[in-house]
């Protein structure tokens, strides 16, 4: 997300300034639609839970702490969203098991293009092979750089499981990959 000044337009935003919303939807779109591709794997619902997040946040900013990062609370209803389509995703899963399973192997990399601009592929197919847990903090590590201490809060699990997630995450690219080094943790780059 580029600088601006976020208070500024926060502050309209709950003073009920439409415009308020318009550039902090711009300004924040780009980062949050990106992470929302990574971590679902049902291209149909990308918009839904887009439309979504962006509408909690125009419900919710009211709730909003300035004294805590705009970004880490906006990611935080990004976060609550995705485990939220997820669960419904599972449900409909249960239901529909042999034809989920085929959509979902058809539809992982549809929006290939978009994602091979963004990302190298190699890295991206592999992250994609990871479970929804452990390739969340990849994503929120390494592509958004937070630390642990803000993946934690952003999942509500306590540090150490988002540490032990990221060393689970990291040991099975390794086993996946012929590019990893198996003793040395190397910085992956999914942008």
């Known amino acids: 997300m580029k600088d601006i000044h976020i208070e500024h337009w926060i502050k309209r935003l709950k ?5 308020a919303f318009q550039v ?11 992470s929302v591709v990574f971590l679902m794997t049902d291209k149909h619902e990308i918009e839904d839970v887009m439309n979504e997040i962006y509408f909690q946040l125009w419900r919710s900013i009211d709730n909003y702490d300035a004294n805590r990062p705009f970004r880490l609370w906006l ?3 990004a976060m609550k969203q995705i485990q939220k389509w997820r669960t419904k995703s599972w449900r409909r899963f249960r239901i529909f ?4 399973l085929l959509e979902v192997e058809e539809h992982l ?9 963004e990302t190298h592929g190699e890295m991206l197919a592999l992250v994609h092979q990871l479970s929804d847990k452990l390739r969340t903090v990849v994503i929120l590590r390494y592509y958004h ?4 201490d803000e993946i934690a809060e952003l999942l509500n699990i306590p540090a150490g499981t ?9 040991k099975k690219l390794r086993e996946l990959s012929p590019y990893l080094e198996p003793e040395k943790e190397q910085r992956l780059y999914v942008h």
């Open 145 to 148: 750089d937070f630390t642990f």
């Open 15 to 19: 003073e009920g300034d439409p415009s």
């Open 24 to 34: 902090i939807y711009e300004w924040s779109f780009p980062e949050i639609y990106r």
């Open 109 to 117: 990399f549809s929006d290939r293009r978009a994602l091979e601009i």
């Open 75 to 77: 990611y935080g209803i």
């Open 162 to 170: 988002a540490k032990s997630r990221h060393h689970a995450a990291l």
């Open 97 to 100: 098991k042999k034809k989920r």
